[in-house]
């Protein structure tokens, strides 16, 4: 069964502060691993597909990465409107159902 | 393209009455979703079609929900009697899935649904 793990639960940063969050998962044979933003009221929204290890990709201040364990979605100084919950899936297998994980919830202050 | 369409925004019923969420899916995906979102539980798969027919429904919680594919642009989710703890936002999603060269998904705006 995939397993996805995200951490940290929830992360503050101030204006400019770069960061990074964490994905750690457990796959049998990775068909993909999917980064989405989630704004409060609003469906995910698609940003990233990784595809294997090695393999990086970028959008405005966000940078996906991609090890064989985990994959970290990389935050250049953040802006208050970067503000959202990111969630990470995986895709394995002959399976077109991805597994997310709970989610981080970013706040970025002013 | 309009996105994913899902109707309505928010239900508000009683226990024990029919609820019934629609979706219209993007053009020329040929996979459709549908999840529940809770604070407890975070987003869960309720159901998967590929090409119309259902593929996975082992997520639907019990008899009470039922989801229908009839064509490819239209599918709803049903829950007949609604209780309490249905209450949740109910997400559709569709996928270019094999007929694209990724599987990524994309959402609806959801459904808000609340059941006193």
């Known amino acids: 069964e995939d397993q996805v793990t995200q951490s940290p639960e929830a992360l503050r940063l101030q204006e400019g502060e770069s960061s990074s969050l964490n994905c750690s998962y457990t796959?049998?044979?990775?068909?993909?691993l999917f980064w989405y933003r989630q704004d409060p009221g609003k469906g995910p929204e698609f940003l990233f597909t990784?595809?294997?290890a090695g393999e990086e990709k970028e959008k405005e201040r966000l940078k996906a990465t991609l090890t064989k364990k985990e994959s970290f979605l990389h935050i250049t100084a953040p802006k208050p409107e970067d503000s959202a919950t990111y969630l990470c899936?995986?895709?394995?297998?002959?399976?077109?159902?991805?597994?997310f994980g709970r989610g981080t919830s970013l706040i970025v202050h002013p | 393209d309009a996105g994913v369409i899902q109707s309505p925004r928010h239900e508000v019923t009683e226990m024990g009455q029919e609820v019934t969420l629609r979706c219209k899916p993007i053009?020329?995906?040929?996979?459709l979703f549908w999840y529940r979102q809770t604070m407890m539980r975070g987003l869960e798969l309720l159901i998967y079609?590929?090409?119309?027919?259902?593929?996975?429904d082992s997520g639907m919680p019990e008899d009470r929900f039922s989801a229908k594919m009839p064509n490819a642009s239209f599918s709803t989710l049903k829950i007949q009697p609604s209780e309490p703890r249905d209450s949740a936002v109910y997400f559709c999603?569709?996928?270019?899935?094999?007929?694209?060269?990724?599987?990524?998904?994309?959402f609806g705006p959801g459904t808000r649904l609340t059941v006193t």
């Open positions: 053009s020329g995906h040929n996979s």
């Open positions: 899936a995986v895709s394995s297998g002959g399976s077109y159902i991805p597994t």
């Open positions: 796959v049998s044979g990775l068909r993909g």
């Open positions: 990784l595809y294997s």
């Open positions: 079609f590929n090409n119309n027919v259902p593929i996975d």
């Open positions: 999603a569709s996928s270019p899935g094999r007929q694209g060269p990724s599987y990524e998904q994309y």
